[in-house]
């Protein structure tokens, strides 16, 4: 059997302490293989953003198990007093994690290319070789012929579409979507599943997509519901977009 891309098992996060301390996640059980793309779905306050922060090495959970595309990256139960089990959660966020967000946050001032081509150089790839990644992304996401235009002369939905190349450009193994369609029409966001779709297959990158958006629910085979900062699996629609 194939490593998942990601795998997380009783994850705990408390915040604060004593009287004032909140329990956002209570026992978080998640798996999503190479190559797939799962919805993750709760009431506001459930738990989401502190279990993608918690993903995503920004905040550290209080107890459990998070193993990224193999590696084991939190174990409270792990050596010495347990906790994060790599030195450099920066280099982890850089090089094996991509993120995409509601809004594209591309950089103003840099065109394109070098908005994708920007993190495999802080990787330490090769300016040749980072801007080759970032040409074939930017052609499977369909803006190839706008790689040398500045984000301000982009559409919204071209601008998102960089940001996916971007959260890409790396070939993380895990890639954290939080409400990447939110603020598009019906057939915008299908074709920002379609793409996710394509690349994670493409890439083999395990996706998480948190989100509220009605018009993609039905398109997922697989959804996590989080409620009271405890996650239940459920087959979706899988509908084909
Ligand atoms: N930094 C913090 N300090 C204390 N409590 C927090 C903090 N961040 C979140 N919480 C609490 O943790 C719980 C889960 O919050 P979280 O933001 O993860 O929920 P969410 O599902 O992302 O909500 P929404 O959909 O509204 O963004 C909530 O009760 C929230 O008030």
Redesign the pocket.
Known sequence: MTEPAILIEGLRKV??HGDTA?E?LKDVHLRVEPGEVVGLI?P???????LLKCLGAVIEPTAGRMVLGGQTIYDSSGPGRGGWQIPDLRALRRDRIGFIFQAPYLIPFLDVTDNVALLPMLSGQSNRVARERAQELLGALDVAHRARAQPSELSGGEQQRVSIARALANHPPVVLADEPTAPLDSERALAVVRMLNQMARQYRSGIIVVTHDEKIIPTFKRIYHIRDGRTVEEAGEGREV
């Open positions: 915040y604060g909140v956002a709760g506001s306050g459930s738990g989401k953003s502190t």
